[in-house]
């Protein structure tokens, strides 16, 4: 296990769409042991491969409920509105305020290659669609309502980077 150097904003790959993951190989399985690791210690609720330089579509999230791992994700469902801040491990320091469906259900590979589906609000729901944004290249900064803006000490321990 080793911790991955998180790319930030301005690096291409993080513009970049990601490739689908064919089969699951032990270079792939420790990617992704990687990715766990390398969120946990930045402290973000998720994280996405192209955010360590690695243009495949794997996802790893974790918003205190458990690591959730999804390879392939397609999002199948969303309803609902919710606005409220967001932030990007590759955007460090940041925040703003973003509209995301409040409900999403996604269809995903788990790290076994077997199919697993998810329903997320809220959090969770935020986390889906902000992680699967990077697979197609984009960034939460072109979504954000008004100014992005520099997160304050004070705001630091409730607004989630992913
Ligand atoms: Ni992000």
């Not at 993951?21 to 973000?44: F, H, P, S, W």
């Not at 305020?97 to 809220?122: F, Q």
């Amino acid at each position: 296990m080793a911790l991955r150097t998180i790319r930030t904003e301005g690096d291409s790959v993080l513009a970049k769409k990601s490739r689908p993951v064919k089969e699951m190989t032990q270079k792939i399985r420790d990617l992704i042991l990687d990715m766990l690791d390398t969120m946990y210690d930045a402290m973000g609720v998720g994280l996405a491969a192209p955010q360590v330089g690695i243009l495949k579509q794997i996802v790893v999230i974790d918003v205190g409920e458990g690591p959730i791992v999804l390879i392939n994700p397609e999002i199948i469902e969303t309803s609902g509105e919710q606005t409220g801040e967001e932030g990007c491990l590759s955007v460090p320091g940041m925040s703003g305020l973003v509209t995301r469906p409040n409900y999403v259900k996604v269809k995903a590979l788990d790290i076994n290659m077997e199919e697993v589906e998810y329903e997320g609000t809220e959090l969770l729901a935020r986390a889906f669609c902000h992680e699967i944004d990077h697979l197609e290249g984009k960034m939460y900064t072109e979504l954000v309502e008004g100014e992005l803006h520099h997160v304050t000490y004070d705001e630091d321990d409730e607004e989630e980077e992913y």
